[in-house]
């Protein structure tokens, strides 16, 4: 029987085999799944803004790609995974309404992602899959036995990535 850790908006958290973390209603936030394929340790981030950089209140590392990918990493080493083999998987990004105005401040789904991509390469970690961008939201599980991430939309059926 499989451990499920509900991670929430501006949340993270690690498990380890045959743990899953799940998170629901990504909409404009990104899902950051991190895996060390050896030690079987997960870890998944549910972000909802690019920078911690120009925000007053930013004592919540989970709520922001740059503090959370740092924070998940460290979690995740302390319980034993090691930060070379870290590879990631990504969900979310959506812009899910549609702006008059083309003001690119609107579009944090993009940004969100773009932010991630950028964090995972100063960091050198891969991303093994991503499944981004789009108009509507994605609930994800991600499998600590395996390393799968499961993508679940409405009306777009479940992808394995």
Known sequence: MSNIIKIGMADLNTTVSPGILTTLGLGSCVG????????KIAGMAHIMLPSSKNIKNNSNKAKFAD????????????TGA????????????????????KNDIMKIGERNVQAVKEILRELKIPIKAED???????????????????VKTIGHGIKRI
């Open 32 to 39: 950051i799944c991190l895996y060390d394929p050896i030690t």
């Open 82 to 101: 090691n930060k070379i083999r870290l590879t990631g998987k990504i969900a979310g990004g959506a812009q899910m309404f549609s702006f008059m105005n």
């Open 132 to 150: 981004t961008g789009g108009n509507y939201g994605r609930t994800i599980e991600f499998h600590s036995d395996n390393g799968c991430l499961v």
């Open 67 to 78: 503090t959370a990918i740092e924070k998940l990493i460290e979690d995740m080493v302390k």
